[in-house]
């Protein structure tokens, strides 16, 4: 049990169910291309709403991976996040089910909507026909906790499991949550987030958030960093990822694919975008100290990219804040503008991103942004080699919080 | 580094009475403040009843548009968190707001305030393509989970690490866990830690009765919540909040603050068995019980008191009782085990916070909190449940544990000075 140094939380694993792609590689081919996949809603009873455009996973079939029995009891969100789930496990060579250490491996999804299209339907017959009508699983398929007990569940993992319901900054507060699991013991964790907002009714509760765009043109919907920023738009999906301990990882023969290196939170009040300058760059401190990485070290910032002009310009100042002059010299992108901001999900598919983007030594491009008005060197239309060992993963929820993680390039053994 | 933890503020907002006070009187009369619900008209469901807080925002001084606009939750909360910052003597304007924590947990947040406003949208469930005009603007605050720390951040000043935890019934511990951690690991120095949920409306209790987990004695409400008794047959739902100050030792003495106790250790564990089942042994919930013991380098000889998830459930308290046997060994038929759910029902996410406050005040007044409504053993069940009568004891580790839906199981451990000596 002891160690030299400090456990390292490493990334042996990453599952993705996102817009652009139904499998990790798939979405990084896409987020590497710049596609814009962003388009009309087509959901069922979605037509009459104001809000038109977003990224919906499409020619998803659950259950191509998940057993009926699980499909019944759940929501959409759970199926994502049980595919991205398995999809990560496999792709970090564990086993789908029953470990031999069950209680080695622990399950934390951040969650930001629940399963409101399975909600939403159980309502209807609560007050279409009566309270006889609501089925077995409403209790355990609409709340927060349902994807982490089911991944739990479905592959027999014992760990510490954990729900952190957060605006969209919370994916980075999971990761974070199960990185100090890593170090304070747990062998490793499945962690991420997915979402499915785009039922009838969680679009309804969603329209009051000022931030959000309904602007119709899905070239135009969603462009951060623009004179023409109006907003952002929602997505689905998430990812998963196998955060481990690195001489457990090393020692079962697993690639070590990036290490977890630092995390900062901070809080500065929902839709005060102006203030989320100081609080941004006050994560993004806490969080290269907690990696011992100075500023010049980042390689690469995945930005927030809210999509909202005071926003806009708050990032890009708590970035120059942080980082200092380094700020004008380092690449940033923001890849969710081709498929939206899938709430907890999106800074979990952004490290997703990061972790290609260091593999590949390539910063992916921002899709639908050509011409931007802050002083960020902000890639845009194609994609652009570049040596990364560093990435700085930014995220900041509407209702008020700020996050920031580092994630290193996971062949740096010693830092 | 790791920091000792200490709790200094202490707010609860709980059927029977609002207030620290309120709540611990209930408790030590043994009184049960469970009723027939008188929040909607209950009519057709199976279970007709809860343990219900009469709380009117207009009394608590809260900000007009919380009044109008926020969730009985999070006004829950709200109310919780100010008593625990008075009680704490902490001056929220003197303290770094960025060292300032918020870690609140809730099972199901604003479920109340969507069911309201989708019979709006819905007709009345009548159609799927609901018509949003119907909806209040406000909406997305009930949608979203993490208004509940936000607004109470937003009231302290907090600008550290904000989360809202919802583990389902075991959120209130975890919250606090959360919280524990994120002080000794040195993120924090101060963090309003809770739990609060206001689950009783029409889907709620709907989709309890599916699955037949709460009691329908709709006759007898006072009666109703028989934890660990063999005629046991459910839980009782109930709703509110506690929330406490958890502060770093040093900077609590630096400030001459008075120490209820210190948090000596948190775990929780999956079962990976079931989402609502639980086995018959307990393994996992004693895992985390042991964990927690192993933290605080202490006996399980030493435990003095522990605080039961005991909903009254058939399998729960066969479940824990297990589990306690399994960590305590023959130490856990000398250890008081009591459910205050017999008392206040089953707040869901709320319940964990609830039951380290029960704790806190336990060790506060060296007093153990009964079992309201024990009246027949269940062979499986052959503990000391502490029957009916509060119960004077000499108390320095108290342990609390919980179970939840999705299998999680989760323990909390409280200690004074004194008490470790391993």
Known sequence: MSTERPRRAVVTGIGVIAPNGLRADAYWKSVREGLGVLDRITREGCGDLPLKVAGEVRGFDASDLIEDKFLVQTDRFSHYAMAAAQLALDDAGLARENPEEPFEIGVVTAAGSGGGEFGQRELQKLWGQGSKFVGPYQSIAWFYAASTGQISIRSGLKGPCGVVASDEAGGLDALAHAARGVRRGTGAVLVGAAEAPLAPYSMVCQLGYPELSTVEDPDRAYRPFTAGACGFVPAEGGAMLVVEDESRARDRGAAVRAVVAGHGATFTGASRWEESREGLARAIRVALDEAGCAPEEVDVVFA??????????????????????????????????????????????????????????????????????????????????????????????????????????????AR | MTRRVAVTGIGV????????????????????????????????????????????????????????????????????????VRDAGLDTDAEDPWRVAVSLGSAVGGTTRLEHDYVLVSAGGQRWDVDHRAADPKLHMAFSPSTLSSVVAEQFGAR?????????????????????????????????????????????????????????????????????????????????????????????????????????????????????GLTSEGLEMSRAIDSTLDQ?????????????????????????TAAVKRSLGAHAYDTPMSSIKSMVGH?????????????????????????????????????????????????????????????????VLLTTPGGRTR
């Open chain 1, 304 to 413: 927030d990219a809210m999509g909202v002009p005071e926003a806009d310009r708050a990032e890009a100042l708590a970035i120059a804040d942080a980082l200092g002059a380094h700020a004008t010299r380092v690449p940033v992108t923001a890849p969710k503008t081709g498929i939206g901001r899938a709430y907890c999900g999106a800074p979990v598919l952004d490290t997703a991103a990061a972790v290609f983007a260091m593999e590949h030594g390539v910063v992916p491009p921002t899709p639908n942004v050509f011409d931007i008005c802050h002083d960020l060197d902000l890639v845009m239309s194609r994609a652009r080699p570049a040596e990364l060992r560093t990435a700085l993963v930014l995220s900041r929820g509407l209702m008020g919080s700020n996050a920031a993680l580092v994630v290193r390039r996971g062949d740096d053994s």
């Open chain 2, 296 to 320: 605080a380098r202490i006996d399980p000889t030493l435990i003095d008191y522990v605080n039961a998830h005991g909903s009254g459930t058939r399998q729960n308290d066969r479940h824990e």
């Open chain 2, 160 to 276: 550290g690490p904000v989360q809202t935890v919802s583990t389902g019934c075991t959120s209130g511990l975890d919250a606090v866990g959360y919280a524990f951690h994120t002080i000794a690991e040195g993120r924090a120095d101060v963090c309003i830690a809770g739990a609060s949920d206001s689950p009783i409306s029409p889907i709620t209790m709907a989709c309890f009765d599916a699955i037949k987990a709460t009691s329908p004695d709709n006759d007898d409400p006072e009666h109703a919540s028989r934890p660990f008794d063999n005629n046991r047959n459910g839980f009782v739902m109930g709703e509110g909040a506690a929330v406490l100050v958890l502060e770093d030792y040093e900077h609590a003495r630096a400030r001459g603050a008075h120490i209820y106790c210190e948090i000596g250790g948190y775990a929780t564990f999956g079962n990976a068995y079931h989402m609502t």
């Open chain 2, 347 to 411: 707040s869901l996410g709320a319940i964990g916070a609830i039951e380290v406050a029960a704790c806190v005040l336990a060790l506060k007044h060296q007093v153990v909190p009964p079992t309201a409504n024990y009246e027949t053993p269940d062979p499986e069940c052959d503990l000391d449940y502490v029957p009916r009568t509060a119960r004077p004891r000499k108390l320095r580790n108290v342990l609390s544990v919980g179970s939840g839906f999705g299998g999680f199981q989760s323990a």
């Open chain 2, 13 to 84: 907002v709980a059927p029977g009475g609002t207030g620290a006070k309120a709540f611990w009187d209930l408790l030590a009369a043994g009184r049960t403040a469970t009723r027939g619900i008188t929040l909607f008209d209950p009519v057709g469901l199976r279970s007709r009843i809860a343990a219900e807080c009469d709380f009117d925002p207009a009394d608590h001084g809260l900000d007009p548009d919380l009044s109008r606009h926020a969730d009985r939750y999070i006004q829950f909360a709200v109310v919780a968190a100010g008593e625990a």
